[in-house]
């Protein structure tokens, strides 16, 4: 079983960045698919990005193509997600997890693994 833990989450004001780290507790870790979803209050969890397990193929929802980079370190048994230009509708608890499938995918039911989220503030 792999263990998720996020981190660096916080308050910024519109137009700022922020990176979010997802530390696994595992070596395993380089051989799954990774994804960050978040959650709004009041609203259903979302896709955000995916990566697959080297990092050469990455996904993006619509809303954050070209403002958010997912990237990964196996190495370090990290993955972690630069956000860019954030706006107030960023505002959520983002949530890190592992699909063993080896597929990229956007459903977040299918994924297997998550962390405990962590919360991003974007003020206007």
């Known amino acids: 079983q792999v263990q998720l833990v996020e981190s660096g989450g916080g308050s910024v004001q519109a137009g700022g960045s922020q990176r979010l780290s997802c530390a696994a507790s595992?070596?395993?870790?380089?051989?799954?698919?990774m994804g960050w979803f978040r959650q709004a209050p009041g609203k259903e969890r979302e896709f955000v990005a995916a990566?697959?397990?080297?990092?050469?193929?990455?996904y993006y929802a619509d809303s954050v193509k070209g403002r958010f980079t997912i990237s990964r370190d196996n190495a370090k048994n990290t993955a972690y997600l630069q956000m860019s230009s954030l706006k107030p509708e960023d505002t959520a608890v983002y949530y890190c997890?592992?699909?063993?499938?080896?597929?990229?995918?956007?459903?977040?039911?299918?994924?297997?693994?998550w962390g405990q989220g962590t919360q991003v503030t974007v003020s206007s």
């Open positions: 990566i697959n397990w080297s990092g050469s193929s990455t």
């Open positions: 997890a592992v699909d063993v499938s080896r597929i990229l995918r956007t459903d977040w039911s299918e994924y297997d693994y």
């Open positions: 595992d070596r395993t870790f380089s051989r799954y698919y």
